[in-house]
């Protein structure tokens, strides 16, 4: 299954974490905690849960029931930043939530190259309608 993007956020938290232990990062130099609060790991990973449990019904729907399904993952998404005053995700994190999403709905069967050329619309530009972030 594709790895969710909070995934990699908390093992880098960790991998941070044990360079601060053992000496080998100057505090000065951390922000891993910072970027990534335990409000928005969790409020993301809701977000991530939800997407996923709709993930199932995908493989035999039509195009406009896999939008929807997109659609309300970023708009939560959106939420979810808006409620870090519109700056939980930086450029790296949006990057891995877009592919997150393709990557997800391509292990469902959904092809994405497929489904965003029907509506005139490049890969990568999945999100983009109602990607505030």
Do not use: K
């Amino acid at each position: 299954m594709a790895e969710r993007p909070t995934t990699n956020w908390r093992r880098g938290m960790a991998e941070e974490a044990a360079e601060l232990a053992a000496g080998t990062l100057d505090p000065g130099c951390a922000g891993m905690a910072e970027l990534f609060p335990d409000e928005l790991l969790s409020a993301t990973d809701a977000v991530l849960d939800t997407f996923e449990a709709e993930l199932p019904t995908l493989a035999e729907a039509d195009d406009a029931q896999v939008f929807a399904v997109v659609e309300r993952v970023v708009l939560a998404l959106n939420a979810v930043n808006e409620s870090h005053d519109g700056c939980a995700f930086e450029t790296d994190e949006r990057e891995r939530l877009c592919a997150y999403i393709d990557e997800a709905l391509t292990e469902r069967g959904v092809d994405v190259v497929a489904l965003t050329a029907r509506r005139g619309l490049g890969r990568y530009e999945l999100t983009d309608q109602w990607r505030d972030w």
